[in-house]
């Protein structure tokens, strides 16, 4: 009797640095507790884009190839054994995590902190889990979540980066008549003004170094208003690098005319002069929020931080954020998101996308936001 021939299908694979190929490969039933879906839309990230250039993600390198890609939507095409929650057709975000359920961690709410989590994408456990650039991926039906009726599968793509903003609110206990100040003009820092912005912040502000993103976040209405702050040659020493961060800090709050600081900040670079302006630019008894990933060790005014007892956090990814996500994105509260969604690739192309997200801006010299591949990122 001859073997039964299995179905194939395609996938954008990294096998290292800026080698990225379009490949065919064996497309497996799901197993117990799985589902099938078929990607519809998957948004480019910067923890993608630094596996595409450089082959790793921080300390996570590459050991083997790896799909990359996290922030997806698709259609339920097949359901594996004791799946009685989800049918084929219908349609679902993909969360990328798979947490072990077992731990102190998943017990208690918090599954992002699970030491046993494996994240689609990323390098950081092996064998690597591929992510969502493909054509097809089976995933646990308890990470995946169904789709509001008017939410696309461009907006439910979206639901992941807005998860990341949905946590780090929660950390920081944001309530509505609060004030708010975004450090960083790009897809999250965007994603934070709309959030706060929905949950009824009393005022918006962002900080960036890239004029066309401010005008973006102010042309938009993500932002009620902007500041481009200036280049300054690097400082020579922590010293002067901490005193230029405090002269920095008061030109944004004349500029801002908020002479005690903002309620929340949402510190979205990671770069470490941000980092330092963010303690400062906080009220007292504020909160500072640490949400982009760039500087491993940085040089921190803790001094300033602790006497007027603003609160330094940390947010890692989410927990239990996806139904409010989507909720969120079907409702018509975040204004003009769709807009952040600038360029569009099919699968084939996903190396071409990369370039794109790399460079920052098109031949035309439009501006790069999120780009979105696969077959129904116009849908």
């Not at 494996?118 to 092996?126: D, G, L």
């Not at 054509?135 to 039906?141: G, K, Q, R, T």
């Not at 990933?293 to 300033?304: C, Q």
Request: charged share 20%; net charge neutral.
């Amino acid at each position: 009797m001859s073997p039964i021939a299995l179905p194939s299908h395609h996938a954008a694979v990294l096998n290292g640095p800026k080698d990225l190929v379009y490949q065919e490969r064996t497309l497996w039933p799901p197993q117990k507790g799985h589902a099938q879906v078929a990607v519809m839309s998957t948004g480019l990230c910067g923890s993608d884009l630094h596996y595409y250039v450089h082959g790793r993600n921080g300390d996570f390198a590459l050991q083997a190839p790896l799909v990359l890609g996290h922030e997806a939507a698709g259609i339920v095409t097949a359901v594996g054994a004791g799946v009685k929650n989800l049918v084929v057709g219908q349609r679902v975000a993909i969360e990328a995590g798979i947490m072990c359920n077992n731990c102190d961690y998943c017990s208690s709410g918090r599954y992002n902190l699970c030491k046993g989590m494996r994240f689609a994408s990323s390098a950081k456990t092996f064998p690597h889990l591929d992510g969502t650039l493909q054509e097809h991926m089976n995933h646990p039906v308890h990470v995946l979540h169904p789709l509001p009726d008017n939410c696309s599968f461009e907006q439910a793509a979206l639901a992941e980066p807005l998860s990341v903003l949905i946590h780090a609110s929660r950390r920081a206990s944001l309530a509505s008549h609060q004030t708010v100040l975004v450090y960083g003009a790009g897809a999250i820092g965007l994603l934070a003004c709309a959030l706060a912005k929905s949950q009824g912040a009393s005022r918006v502000v962002a900080i960036d170094i890239n004029e066309a993103r401010l005008a973006f976040a102010k042309t938009q209405g993500f932002a009620d208003d902007v500041f481009c702050l200036p280049a300054s040659p690097k400082a020579k020493t922590t010293e002067d690098q901490l005193r230029r961060a405090k002269e920095n800090a008061d030109r944004v709050l004349k500029v801002f005319d908020e002479e005690d600081g903002f309620d929340v900040i949402f510190e979205c670079t990671g770069a470490e002069p941000c980092i330092q302006m963010a303690i400062h630019t906080a009220i007292t008894g504020g909160k500072v929020m640490l949400i982009g990933m760039g500087t491993r060790n940085t040089t921190l005014p803790l001094s300033a931080a602790a006497l007027r007892e603003v609160d330094i956090q940390g947010s890692f990814r989410y927990a239990n954020t996806y139904p409010a996500a989507l909720a969120l994105l079907s409702s018509g509260k975040l204004a003009n998101v769709e807009k952040l969604i600038t360029h569009r690739f099919p699968l084939k192309d996903t190396d071409r996308a990369f370039e794109l997200l790399a460079r920052g801006s098109d031949e035309e010299g439009r501006m790069v936001l999120k780009v979105m591949v696969g077959p129904g990122s116009a849908s």
